[in-house]
Antibody, heavy 116, light 108 residues
């Protein structure tokens, strides 16, 4: 079955760190760029970051640049998002999404709550 | 950054009616690099339309997309009960990728 499954979310204090994972199955993971997209509670969608299939190229939204790092392990079919210096405004459901450009497959998301 | 403005914010219609959702871009979206997504409550978004007019795999033909300059439209020809949810447009013409704020289609 073609799917993405995120994990690693939880409650963290402001200034803390968290690492999200996204396990992919059912397709050739290394052939596709992968993204992180987030959605604050009751709000719209915000693209966060993208990494190319090979891992050679990465891009970030200005809101997370310098704090978040995207990475992937193609041998494990897994995408990661290392989140440092977390702020209250980073509270959101984080989705991983497949493909460069438009996103044809999404995971169910993992909730990150930044609060003291 | 390309800003996408969706209208209306909420659309109140009855099952069987036609829904017309608008997405206006603040600047040119090259090669119609615009997508539409449907999001049900508590679920991840689902791709409906890409390239402004192409339906994604498995999407019913009652969903269609069109483009005219910086104006994009999602049309649902006959609303089914499961269509009363939220819809987002997204541009992937230039970085950063941006989304519209969403249109909620509710039962009148």
């Amino acid at each position: 079955e073609v799917q993405l499954l995120e994990s690693g979310g939880g409650l963290v204090q402001p200034g803390g760190s968290l690492r999200l994972s996204c396990a992919a199955s059912g397709f050739t993971f290394s052939s596709y760029a992968m993204n992180w997209v987030r959605q604050a509670p009751g709000k719209g969608l915000e693209w966060v970051s993208v990494m190319s299939g090979s891992g050679s190229s990465t891009y970030y939204a200005d809101s997370v640049k310098g704090r978040f790092t995207i990475s992937r392990d193609n041998s494990k079919n897994t995408l990661y998002l290392q989140m440092n210096s977390l702020r209250a405004e980073d509270t959101a459901v984080y989705y991983c999404a497949k493909k460069s450009g438009y996103f044809d497959l999404w995971g169910r998301g993992t909730l990150v709550t930044v609060s003291s | 950054e390309i800003v996408l403005t969706q209208s209306p914010g909420t659309l109140s219609l009855s099952p069987g009616e036609r829904a017309t959702l608008s997405c206006r871009a603040s600047q040119s979206v090259s090669s119609s690099y615009l997508a539409w997504y449907q999001q049900k409550l508590g679920q991840a978004p689902r791709l409906l339309i890409y390239g402004a007019t192409s339906r994604a795999t498995g999407i019913p033909d009652r969903f269609s997309g069109s483009a005219s300059g910086t104006d994009f439209t999602l049309t649902i020809s006959r609303l089914e009960p499961e269509d009363f949810v939220v819809y987002y447009c997204q541009q992937y013409s230039s970085s950063p990728i941006t989304f519209g704020q969403g249109t909620k289609v509710e039962i009148k």
